[in-house]
């Protein structure tokens, strides 16, 4: 039986955002760091989001998050916490922003390097003293709010988390925060919560109350996505969007899959997370058709399609309806890197819990029919 831990308090609804400056205070945050990313400030989610905190305006903000946070745009950060005599950190972004406060995080009170942190080492350096974190989604896609890491590329190159599981002292998700996403960011992040949902569901670990959680955020994103990308602004549909995102990102502390085996090494050559898992997940359910038993059917029933159709030609389908690229190719993904990614699949933490074991060989397919 698996530990089943789920930890963060988290703060969910519309409007909720008008809870950051209590939480600040009981948190005893006088001058937190803001992480985000200009996007989000052009967009002017970031002035909505802090819209109830007095003085935010003459806060320090740190903006320059990169598509893929870095280990020096985390030390870059940290170095801003410091110089700028903070007491907290504030998230508000997309995966990649939450991510990104984390690490910063960690950095504001611990010995660098990042890479000591990462849960490649048998024992990484321990975690035990970071500042207070409050994380606002303004995506409906990594659930970083809830998840156990941060995913950072180090300065090796490699793509990784650093575990985290007890970082966060609390989440606030506001659906209203989404309202303003372009269509095509609904449409790639809301297939990364897609995707938590379905490899978690279909990881072999025991952990039924993951599996409930899963199928229902699962089931929240089928209904839910299109709509969502086609009206930006349907409350509904972004709530439940955010609901199926948080849920994907309980449910994965039970461990993940190929998908995302393959979309890390991916990741840190620059591509983006969401659409690197909806170009991989046709053919990697594919690959494990055999090994899934009645998950397949009910995902089908999830999903709301006949009990005899093809799901993953069906989340093929979904991905083109809300313009998703069909093929790696598509995206910019050179040929010549597959076979290394193929290898570097096999170091992922998210390798050991795919359904059946995949070897390079079987990775390598993947990646070519996908390309
Ligand atoms: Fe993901």
Redesign the pocket.
Known sequence: MSVLQFLTTVHFGDGKRDQLPALLAQSNVGKPLFVTDRGVIRAGVFAQATEHVAGADAMPVFDDTPVNPTEAAAAAGAALYKHSGCDGVVGIGGGAALDLAKAIAVLATHEPPLWNYCNRHAKPAPIDRAPPLILLPTTAG?GSEVGRSAVIVFDNGIKAGVRCPDLVTAAICDPELTHGLPPSITASTGM?AL??CIETYCSPTVNPPADAISLDGMQRIFRHLERAVAGGTDPEARWNMMMGSLEGAISFQKGMGAV?AL?HPLGARGFH?GTL?AILLPPVLRANREALGDKWAMMLRQAGWPGDADFAAGIARLNAAIGIPARLRDIGVKQDCLAEVAGQALEDNAHKTNPRLLAQADYLAILESAY
Request: charged share 10%; proline share 0%; no cysteine.
């Open positions: 990594t990364d995707a938590h995302h979309s997370h898992n």
